[in-house]
């Protein structure tokens, strides 16, 4: 094994939309690396763009300036999971899992093994013929993790996934993606307005500064790996959170 080498690289990248006089810079200039298998979480204001960087790593966006390079070893693609779940609602549970597998021309046979695999990985396999309507939200969201898993994604980019859920249910999918992010070895960038959520999950946490997003400052969570949630309650971890609220807060709220 070599060096692990950056899975994402963004350097110099800026977004605006629109024109002047109307023109909004939303984004950088922001420098980036994801190295390979590292877990990445990116806390920022609202509004600073978060949401543009990762639809520019999707490729669903264009930069308007600057580079954003993602190195890959095979086709496998890079796999995105919205805070609105983004699935089907007219396919089934199991249609949905293989949804991406379908795309990379897996056969049928084996990309429903490998959609009912995930779905028993993730507590729903008495729910593949169901519709995702039928489902609660934390269901939902189990679903578009199985989907997004399920192609074996070399990079997965997480646009505030949990943030639709109450409480209880997100700790439970945190502890769930920890599980099968460090098991898989999965490189993955992550956004979250959760301070705790990042403390828990990342192996870097990066705080963005208000609209046009940069990158202010960067934390490294204490905790080896393999991690539980039991982290949330190291004595540490409430230092460690107000610690970066400081950080945020400065940006969240103009002087
Ligand atoms: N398609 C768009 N057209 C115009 N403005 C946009 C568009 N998408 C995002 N913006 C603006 O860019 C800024 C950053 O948005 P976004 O990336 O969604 O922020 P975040 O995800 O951090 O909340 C916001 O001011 C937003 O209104
Ligand atoms: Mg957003």
Redesign the pocket.
Known sequence: MGEPYPKLRAHALT?A??RAPRR?D??GPLDLTVTTGEFVCLV????????????IAAGL?RPSGGRLEIRTDSARPAAMIFQDYGIYDWKTVLANVRFGLDVQRVPRRAGNARAMDWLTRLGLSDFADAYPGALSGGMRQRVAIARALAVEPELLLM??PFAALDAQLRVILQDELLDLTQALRTTTLF?THSLEEALVLGDRVLV?SA???RIIAEHRPPFPRPRTGEVRDAPEFTALKSELWELLRKEAVPA
Do not use: H, N, W, Y
């Not at 920022?44 to 639809?55: D, F, N």
């Open positions: 977004r939309f629109g909004v939303a984004l920022g204001p609202s509004g600073c763009g978060k949401s543009t960087l990762l639809r966006l646009d505030e956004i963005m609209r046009p997003g």
